[in-house]
Each structure stands twice: as C-alpha cells, then as structure tokens.
C-alpha cells in the first residue's frame, strides 16, 4: 500500500519535537533537549481544589461537559484584560480574544488565515522550530532575518521586506525560543511600523514574558500597534499548566473572527473543563504568587546551566545568558557539528537540540539549544560536564 | 484596515454551526437546530468522581498538567480495542490509533494529509456541513453523490469515482448527519472495495453507532478495508462528554503516522485531562451502563419528534426515521424554502436548521434537519406544533 499524501505534508516525515519527547521519555538521560516548564512548579493541589470546586456545582459540571461556544468559556476571555496590560495592550473588547488549544494552535490558525501556497514569511534567525513546519504545512516560505545579541536586526528585516514582500513576520521577543534574546523597545515599535508601512502581519508570540527572572520587562509590538496588524498570542503553559493546552489570541476584532472560523474546523472549541481551571485559577489570585514562586527555581536552574557552561564547555562555546525563558543558545567557534555528535552525546546520557532545525535554511550545523527548566541543578552540571567533555573531545580530535 | 486573507478562508465568514450556538442561548426557543446530546445523560456525577480520583493521586495529576505526547496519553490508546472491535475492526496496533481533540480534527487532518488545492472529495449527499467547510478551508472540492432510503448509491458513486477521480470520500454511515440513515453492510462492503479498486482515501466518520434505540448493528465500513483505505473516526462526544473534545481516529500505522504530524502542528496534543477521564470512564465500566441509561431518553425524544410530525406537520413533508443518532432529515414535495422560512420560525420559538448547508452545492432549499436528543418530549411537541403551523400556512399561501 503506498499512499499519496499532500503536497503539505508529504515531506514531513516526523519532527525534531517528535523525537525529543521519545527521548525524554528515558529516565538515565540528563535531558537539555525538552522545553518542559519544570514539573516542581506545576500547581497539582490548587487545580486539584478547583476541580472539586467546579463538579460541586451541577449547574457548572453540566455546562463543561456539554457542547462550549469556540470564542472561549463563558467568563474567561473577561479575565484576561489585565494579563494584557501588563504587556501595555490595553482596552481589548471580547470580540478582539480568542481562547486557543495552546499557543500553536494560534500560530497554526494565523498561517491558515493569511498563508497562501508559496508566501513568504519572514522570521528572527533561528526561531521557533514549530512554526517553521507549520509553514511548511501551509507551502509557505520562511526567510530568515539576521539578529544580533539584541534580537531581530532592523535594516536586514527591511531589506528582507522589500525582496520578499512577506505576507507575516513570526516574532518571539520575549527570552525567544531558541535563543533566549528579548528585545528591545524600539526594535518593537520599529516592528510594528514596518508592518503598518508594509502591509504584512506580525505574529507575537509571547509564551514566556512572565518566566522573568532578571531584569526589566518590556511592552509588547502588540503595544506598539495603531494598526491592527499585530496578533498577540500568549499560553498558559508555561505560568500553569502545558497538559491543559490553554492560550489566547488578541488582535483586531476582523482578524480574530476570521481564527474563530479557522477554528472552527480544527476543534470546534477547547477543551471547557481545562478552560474553567484556568478561569478559576486566575479568579482565585494563583497565577501571580504560584509564578512568583516558580521564578527562584528558574533562576537557579539557569544560574546553574551558565555556571557550569563555564566550567566544562570548551573555550568555542559561545552563549546566551538570558533574563527568563527556559532556553539558553550555543554556539561554536570551532568545526563542531551538533547534528553528528549528538548521538555521542547521548551515549553519555546527556541531551541538547542541534540548531539547524530552527533556521529557516537548516544552516547552523554548529549551534544547539539547551533547556535548564526541568532538571536539577545538580543533574544540570552533571549533564553539561557530559557534554562539555564530549565537545572538547571532539575539538581536540579536529572537529 | 483591511486584510488580504488566504484564499482558503477569505470566503468564509461564519457558519451555520455558528449560528446555530448564538440561537441555542435563547432560551425561549424550542431548537431542533442543533446537534447537542442530551444534557440529562451527561454523566456528570461519575466525572466529578474520575476527577477527585485523578488529583488524589499526586503522581497522575502531575503527569497530566505536564505535556503529553501527540499520539495520547499513556494508556488510553489501549482501551480503544473493545470499542474498535464491536464495529468488527480487530486487532489495531498502538501505532494505528491517534487521539484527537474532537472528530473534527480527525476530519481536518485527513484533509490537511491528503487533500491538495482543487482536489475532489465525494460525499453523500447531503453530508456533514462541517466536513464541506473543512475542504473548502483546504480548497479542495466536494462532490456530492446521490443517496436513497439505505444511503449512498452505488451507481452513481462509481460513476462520479470515474468522473472526478476523488482524492477521498467521506462518509457517515451511521445515523448520518444530518439524514439519520443507515447504510447496510453490503453498500460499505462495496465502498471499501472502490476505495481498493480506485485507490483513494475514505473517512468513515461513525460519532453515532453506538447511540442506537432499535435495529441491528452494521459493520463498520473499515471492517471491510483490507488495502489500508479507510481511516475510521469515532469520538466520545455523544457518549461520554463532547466538552472533553476527546475523539481516536484508526488506520494504518503509516496514515496515523501522518496525521500525528498534522496534529503536532495543529494543537501538539489533546488535553491530558479529558483523556485521563475518558480513560478511567472506560476502565471503571461507566460507559456502557451510562449508554444503556441514555438510549430510552433518545428513543423516546425520536419518538415524540416522530409523532409530533405526523400530527402537525403539513401532508407534503416527508421524513427519515432513524433507528439512532441524533437527528431526522425532512423534505417538502411543494414550494418551501426552509432557508427562507426560518425567520418566521424563530419568530414562532422554533428553529430547525435548512438543508442547503449539507449539500455540496448548496441545493436542497426545501429540505431541514431536525435535532429530537436535547430537548424534552413536551418541547418537542410544542416546538413541531409551532413549525407545522408555519409550514402549514406557507403552503396554503402558495409557497
């Protein structure tokens, strides 16, 4: 039986994500690899009293269990005003908000939305590994845009602009993934003119701005946009909880519509019951003390990872050190390729993600990305010692 | 501001499903518009248990607020066997089952697998309104195919096989949305062979079966499939809870391989925690009882519906009357255009909803779909009274 699958698909044989969650599913593995929130801070007994709370009333188990509207849960989109304020997004009405199954569920529903066979969408090189195959789910084209220390660099995405006359730009400039960069203010007002300027949509995609642990916060391009071309996506993910697939969309009332039809056909809605936890656990004041206490664990965690980097990576390795966020990226200023040694570097128990997957043109055969949030900071410097004696070997025999 | 949208939603501004929600939170309409179960047999109660159960055990709870992976959560897939096997599809693999959220991502990723631009798609006519939209989201074309009292005709598909050259047929052959009927098991034994003998793709999307309050069961189409042709669907959303959005779909490893790609980039996984309670309702033997609670509530509200029409309805109204599901499908041998006639229904607090959406063009305007699972006999009565008089009066006027 051989099957002829769509042109979208039919390259798509399986996903670095994939692979990763099979490799974490060993217990010997010191796993850099993931970007888990850490399993420590995920509030089993306050969602465990919720959910109590919510099947000792009928009137509400009854309404979860029944058939939800696919804008969101009654009562919750109301809740998430001062979520976006914080992100200087101020004043959005209910019908500019929509609940999605996870904040790839938004991206997913902006590229089915806007995408066309063969767009181009322009993109920080290396972003988020996810949104490049969902573009490629769509046959479009991601162009890479070069990015300083400080994010995405201005005058190349212009030049990019005017090349490609990109139909979105994909952004996460908040301790981004990968690389854990934020950027600045005015790189994200310049954004949010450039796509006025242009006519292309911008895609925020802002799962992390609260896992900040130094520094100062910085508001949003959504902040920055008097035009109505910025979709500002955030997750409960990581400040609640991964397995429940909660997040939202903010944007103008035309285009958030326009997801709500997209959908509709993908899930009709999300899940009500994992709604209704999160719309309790915002009501009952959890979110910011359970964040605040996540924070010093995070912290360490990457205080850890970047003592250790100092100590055991060789010399070549060069890294982010970032203010939040779970990741932190490397790269080597040697002839160090990280798709070949990874399987090394598994035979030592110890996991990262090679770079080239987060690039627009897979290039980047000398970087990685290595996650800090979900392991001990203990098992943090016994998994960078692994790896760092495993690259140094490997530099020492010549690359 | 204005968008320039993909070609595959710029057309579609809203739905009748959408509108079908807005109707049903007016409380003073008698609505047969929608597709809802029967809010008494949602099982609340056993819910409310599995979850206080879940969150007792701090481990369990822990692994379900974490990610989860694509395929489903541990253990669940396991337990699909009993259910695959009363439809006479036996011995299914793990690698040949995926859950998704709700039958309808099943739909959009078979879609998002198989179809590309301008590719057909053969349905029986009408179908499942959801299913059109779906395509044309993927910009493919449906093609409806004529249907008798037993469903599809088998003439005419092969004819319309041969014509279009179909990337897929979809089809309900339980209880159909929205006609009710049942397909016998010769005419899904000759489906499957067509889609061996032509090589293309068939969903069988079988929400219903189990919902059956007389008659015999049929095998399902896939108990026919012997070329790895046919994708078969099911979902727990009338049986269990459709606020769970927890749904399988079953294939070959090599098709449900695709899809879980499709699906990582949709939503990466279901929520844990409607499948964790799916799967401790299946292994604490709910299901079944609570089924066998519910079926006396749906006979009864399809009988009511039954006699209510008999009674009030106009002579020219002739109708299905289905041994399950959810629904009875009504066509006028006279002038009436149901799309045209529905503003004076709800004016009367009745809705039904017209047939046209259900036709892959449209046609169908003296055709509606009546929905007997959510309301009470009494309602229904009153509801069918209020209708008969409008169509009633429609006819003696002239059409």
Known sequence: MSYTFSRALAGMTGTATRDIFKLLSRPEIISFAGGLPASDCLPVAQVGEITAEIFADKKEAL??????TTEGYPGFRELLGPLLKEVGIAGMGLDQLLVVSGGGQGIDLMCKAFLDDGDAV????????????????????????????????????????KQHKPRMLYAIPDFSNPTGKTWPADRRKAVAELAAKYGFMVIEDDPYCRLRFSGTPVPSIK????????????????????GLRCAFAAGSSEVIRKLAIGKQGADLHSANLSQAIVKRY???????????????????????????????????????????????????DAPVNTVEIFKEAIEKNAAYINGTAFFADCSGSNTLRLNYSNESPERIEAGIKALGEVFKGHIARGG
């Open 63 to 68: 309404r979860i269990l029944q058939y939800g």
């Open 122 to 161: 322009l993109v920080e090189d290396p972003t988020f590994l996810g949104f490049l195959e969902t573009v490629r789910a769509y046959n479009g084209k991601s162009i890479g845009v070069r990015a300083d220390s400080d994010g995405i660099d201005l005058n190349d995405l212009e030049t990019k602009i």
């Open 223 to 242: 902040s920055f946009d008097t035009d109505g071309r910025v979709v500002y996506i955030s997750s409960f993910s990581k400040t609640v909880s991964p």
């Open 282 to 332: 915002l009501e009952k004041q959890y979110f910011y003390p359970n964040i605040e206490k996540s924070l010093p664990i995070y912290r360490l965690r990457k205080t850890a990872m970047i003592d250790a980097i100092r100590k055991y990576m060789p010399s070549e390795f060069k890294y982010t050190n970032p203010d939040g966020g779970l990741f932190i990226w490397g790269e080597f």
